[in-house]
């Protein structure tokens, strides 16, 4: 091998190297999720209406269903999969909701809020949303307080469940936030 083609297999090789590093670079570089307030608005009229309050039963709305999954999309443990899926859900609400009815999801009646949410379900993206959305409500719902969810333990007492022992404590809570 003469010395010109030693440089040029050299430079190939460096060029190679680099592709796959910048790749990664991307792939770590965290995204930044955090909820801007019509968001937020947005996920809590979702959420509002996937799990409404009733008589006896609590909602995702007293069981603070959206300081849950506010929680969830900052928790750098939580999946960038899972934290851009409720991020592009609820733009995908807020989307349909303008297409269809010219006004924010929050805005529009419980009948057009159903059909813009059958809208979203019959696509595996946003059954995807719902599913998770759903997950995280029943977290909110069956979670202990020490969390800031679950308040006065509603959800425990609608089900009639007994707390688990030992309980965690301020101090020995996941993440200990």
């Not at 909820?35 to 309050?53: C, R, T």
């Not at 009815?101 to 979203?120: C, D, M």
Request: aromatic share 10%; proline share 3%.
């Amino acid at each position: 091998m003469n010395r010109r083609r030693f440089l040029f297999y050299v430079g190939i090789l460096g060029i190679l190297i680099q592709i796959p590093l910048n790749a990664c670079k991307r792939a770590l570089k965290r995204m930044n999720y955090e909820f801007n307030d019509k968001e937020y608005l947005s996920l809590l009229s979702i959420l509002d209406h996937i799990l409404p309050e009733g008589i006896n039963s609590p909602g995702a709305m007293n069981s603070n269903a959206g300081y849950h999954i506010k929680n969830i999309i900052e928790d750098s443990s939580i999946s960038d999969s899972k934290k851009r899926t409720i991020k592009n859900g609820i733009r995908w609400v807020e989307d349909s909701a303008g297409r269809h009815y010219s006004s924010s999801f929050n805005e529009i009646t419980k009948e057009e809020k159903e059909k813009v949410l059958r809208e979203i379900e019959s696509f595996r993206k946003g059954k995807r949303f719902l599913s998770l959305s759903m997950a995280y409500t029943f977290e909110a719902l069956l979670g202990d307080p020490v969390y800031g969810i679950n308040e006065n333990e509603k959800g425990w007492k609608w089900l009639g469940l007994i707390a688990g022992s030992p309980r965690p404590t301020a101090e020995t809570k996941y993440l200990n936030s």
